[in-house]
């Protein structure tokens, strides 16, 4: 059985495809195979992978197409078309640095246990401007639910029997967006074993066409998420119930604070508010809020 199977969903993703063949091709340890899955794409995404891979007869790629279905049944055909013992998830519009699996292989090496391995990321918005991304340290079912997501999906490597075992990426609409998060959820409670190695090896790109520009709907299909497994906690004591409630503050906040930085200062005064509802003692909301009020009385 091969080491790394690569898995790239892509959906009019013409602008960047190429890109993110080239950085899994760079790699300083070679994954044994690349999977693109063309979800429905009406430009020409499949045509470009199709040409990138006649150009490059070295890498094992296979090319699978499908109606569009969203980016978590892409995945999923990813995973069940793919051979190897670990899966490393690229999303069409990020790429990798030429050492990401030499890096990771490392970290599997030094402990064979490890079911995921998460690095850091650089964060590229349109405008050329580049920040750090670190991720974890939340390892456990209980940290992930109560204090939110720390994981990227393109930063991800993950053993893709456990994928299987849990059943893959939801495909509800619902969580489109966030299936990654529900994902993680389920294979911490499953008992996989997280590690995180704090090294930006690969780009995450913000663009207008980038599932999480969409701020509100973003927000739902988290609080989505954070629902559905509550639901299934049985633990409802007081501690519990406030930590849910602060963990559904934190992802209204984070929902209002984008908003704001937009300028849409009415939408996003709406949100804070919201967020106090959620939880009246969280100071970050108070003063992100207070800031709002102070733009919006320019």
């Not at 969903?9 to 899955?37: K, W």
């Not at 409670?189 to 509100?216: C, D, M, N, Q, W």
């Not at 299909?221 to 629902?227: F, G, I, R």
């Not at 100071?283 to 800031?291: A, H, I, P, R």
């Amino acid at each position: 059985m091969s080491l790394y199977s690569v898995i790239i969903p892509a959906r009019n993703a013409e602008r960047f495809i190429t890109q993110a063949l080239d950085s899994v091709q760079q790699q300083t340890c070679r994954a044994d195979e690349v999977v693109v899955v063309d979800d429905g794409s009406t430009d020409r995404t499949r045509d470009l992978a199709d040409a990138w891979r006649r150009d490059h007869p070295d890498v094992v790629i296979r090319l699978c197409t499908q109606p569009h279905q969203g980016i978590g049944a892409a995945r999923n055909t990813g995973i069940q078309a793919a051979s190897g013992r670990f899966v490393a998830f690229l999303d069409a519009d990020d790429y990798w640095v030429d050492r990401k699996l030499e890096r990771v292989s490392a970290v599997l090496e030094n402990d064979p246990a490890i079911d995921l391995v998460c690095h850091d990321e650089w964060l590229v918005r349109e405008n050329g401007h580049r920040s750090r991304l670190r991720y974890g340290p939340h390892r456990r079912y209980d940290q992930l639910l109560f204090r939110g997501n720390c994981l990227s999906t393109s930063a991800t490597v993950v053993r893709r029997r456990l994928v299987l075992d849990v059943g893959g990426f939801s495909e509800e609409l619902r969580i489109n967006g966030v299936e990654d998060y529900d994902l993680w959820l389920r294979l911490a409670k499953a008992g996989g074993r997280f590690t995180y190695l704090h090294e930006p090896l690969g780009v995450y790109r913000v663009h207008p066409l980038g599932v999480t520009s969409r701020i509100e709907e973003h927000r739902d299909h988290v609080l989505a998420v954070l629902d559905a497994h509550y639901q299934q906690w049985t633990n409802r004591s007081l501690r519990y119930r406030y930590a849910m409630r602060r963990q559904r503050a934190a992802a209204i906040r984070g929902a209002a604070h984008a908003l704001m930085q937009q300028g849409d200062h009415a939408r996003a005064w709406h949100s804070f508010g919201q967020a106090l509802e959620q939880d009246p003692f969280a100071w970050k909301t108070c003063v992100l809020g207070l800031l709002n009020l102070a733009r919006v009385r320019r």
